[in-house]
């Protein structure tokens, strides 16, 4: 291999691969840690660890260190580790493919990823101290990154899919795709098309992972509730192809510029309506839920039980974030309080927290 070329693709990837490693962990410093998530530490390690393969690849380039085997060595363990802190982050990812769920989020994750790890590990050192390879086992690291690649396609798509960013889940898709075949021309093939192959897939792969971060920095973005008073309520109504009526509100007040559209069951609609024209009632603006196991005697209430509530702010959640992209206790707790208020006396009665001069009817 030219002393030149070697040079160059070293220096290029130390230096790209140790800038996206500080800025990842800038980005962790002032978000991420805040969050307790190690998620990015995790990956901006594994391109830390591509930044001193290149190191590597320049001491070989300028014959601080001489043999191709002794470089080859040192590219596997560095592509082990990789590898390793890649898989060490997926727990911490929010979304991940249900089939793969129970292995990730599960107690032997660790086990599942560190046993094999140590059996590529084992021969690539022993190539290093013996200076031949180990029997049939032949660059164990391309191995360890096919292993690698089947939970981290996975994840990806499932966390840029769950952000309705599919366009980046078919780019992380062809990344991918790229990094086996470069794994490929590893196991057989000229050292100036792996190389090619390598830095394509490394800056596709880098890419992504800031794509990543971008896209959890949005989604912290958009989950913010606004406050009651910044709140606005809009009814109308639309007809569909087929000529019927279709329920529609509009939230404004979230980050963004425009509001938030959303299509509501006829019943949900009207209770909330029914809300809204209470809310703006000059009388009496509390709406009043009918105690549990009671037998009304005819009497009349605004709301048969609680969980007519629940479902209404259900249905808003889905139609903000999309279904299943919500969680209890950052979502629907912090809708509930901003958009309802329960009396003072906790007797049963509930009202809209939006100030009637936001709500449009």
């Not at 043999?67 to 596997?76: A, C, K, Q, T, V």
């Not at 209890?328 to 100030?355: C, G, T, W, Y």
Request: glycine share 6%; charged share 20%; net charge positive.
């Amino acid at each position: 291999m030219e002393t030149d070329l070697l040079a160059f693709y070293g220096w290029w990837q130390f230096a790209v691969c140790t800038f996206a490693f500080v800025s990842l962990m800038a980005i962790w410093w002032h978000i991420g840690k805040k969050q307790q998530d190690l998620g990015q530490v995790w990956l901006a390690l594994s391109l830390l660890a591509w930044g001193f393969s290149g190191l590597i690849e320049v001491f070989f380039a300028y014959g601080i260190f001489k043999g191709d085997l002794y470089l080859d060595g040192w590219r596997s363990i560095f592509s082990l580790f990789n590898s390793l802190f890649i898989l060490l982050a997926l727990p911490w990812f929010r979304y991940l493919p249900k089939p793969l769920l129970p292995l990730i989020k599960g107690g032997h994750w660790g086990y599942i990823i560190g046993i094999p790890f140590l059996f590529c590990l084992g021969p690539t050192l022993h190539k290093l101290i013996a200076g031949r390879a180990y029997g049939p086992i032949h660059e164990p690291d391309v191995y360890y990154a096919f292993f690698t690649l089947i939970f981290l396609a996975g994840v990806l798509w499932e966390s840029f899919a769950r952000r309705r960013l599919k366009m980046l889940s078919y780019l992380s898709l062809v990344c991918i795709l790229i990094i086996l075949v470069a794994q490929l021309l590893k196991l057989g093939s000229s050292a100036t098309n792996l190389l090619l192959f390598s830095a394509i897939f490394k800056t596709s792969l880098i890419m992504l992972f800031f794509a990543l971060a971008l896209s959890w920095v949005k989604e912290l973005a958009e989950n913010l509730i606004p406050k009651s008073e910044n709140l606005s309520l809009t009814f109308f109504q639309e007809k569909n192809d087929s000529g019927k009526n279709l329920a529609w509100i509009s939230l404004g007040g979230f980050p963004g510029t425009a509001s938030r559209k959303i299509l509501l069951t006829p019943s949900l609609y009207q209770l909330l309506l029914l809300f809204a024209k209470r809310k703006k009632s000059d009388v009496e603006n509390w709406l009043e839920i009918r105690p549990k196991n009671f037998d009304s005697n005819g009497r009349e209430y605004d709301i048969n039980d609680h969980n007519q509530v629940k479902r209404l702010i259900v249905s808003l959640l889905d139609g903000l974030y999309g279904k299943g992209n919500w969680s209890k206790e950052q979502h629907l707790v912090p809708l509930k309080n901003v958009l309802f208020e329960m009396s003072e006396s906790r007797d049963r009665k509930i009202r809209l927290a939006i100030p009637k001069q936001n709500i449009f009817l």
